[in-house]
């Protein structure tokens, strides 16, 4: 835990003396990396595996949203001063198999919150891998063979600090 905080601050430290003017702050991030499978009725085909990308993406806006409801709210990052949680999504299709990661990014309010964005990050990183915290389903499939996660949870895979410029 230690070794974080120090890699933090450091990492601080780097992005304040990479600012090229005094209008560009850079500051910390963590990026919490998670993944799932979800399985096909059928072999995935390529219109398909569009289809279940934009469901999963739909679904992915909105828990990303309701986590920045429940930190407005103060019921999630409770005492950290983070203003943001955004992410990304990609997939891999094999045969009726789709592997999902999808990375996640916890924005300070300031750059003087490190420990509270790690600490929120933990806290997002919980609320992203129950399952039953996402829309059901997660993927409609419309049109498409119907899909079911194995196992009903997302397994985290990594959290790294970030630096970017605001």
């Given at each position: ?136 389903p ?13 196992p ?6 990594n959290?790294?600090?970030g630096?970017l410029?605001?």
């Amino acid at each position: 835990m230690l070794h974080r905080i120090v890699v933090a601050v450091v990492l601080l430290l780097v992005c304040e003396a990479a600012a090229e003017t005094p209008m560009i702050i850079p500051r910390p991030h963590v990026v919490v990396v998670l993944n799932g499978t979800y399985t096909a009725a059928a072999v995935v085909t390529f219109s398909c595996a569009e289809v279940y990308q934009t469901d999963f993406r739909n679904s992915f806006a909105e828990i990303i949203g309701r986590a920045n409801d429940a930190i407005e709210r103060g019921q999630l990052c409770v005492g950290s001063l983070v203003n943001a949680v955004t992410g990304d999504i990609s997939s891999f299709v094999s045969g009726t198999v789709t592997k999902v990661d999808f990375a996640v990014a916890i924005f300070p309010s300031d750059s003087n919150s490190i420990r509270g964005v790690e600490i929120c990050s933990y806290d997002v990183q919980g609320y992203l891998q129950t399952y039953s915290n996402w829309r059901q389903p997660i993927i409609y499939g419309t049109g498409c063979p119907s899909v079911t996660f194995t196992p009903q949870a997302f397994d985290w895979v990594n959290s790294d600090w970030g630096c970017l410029e605001s």
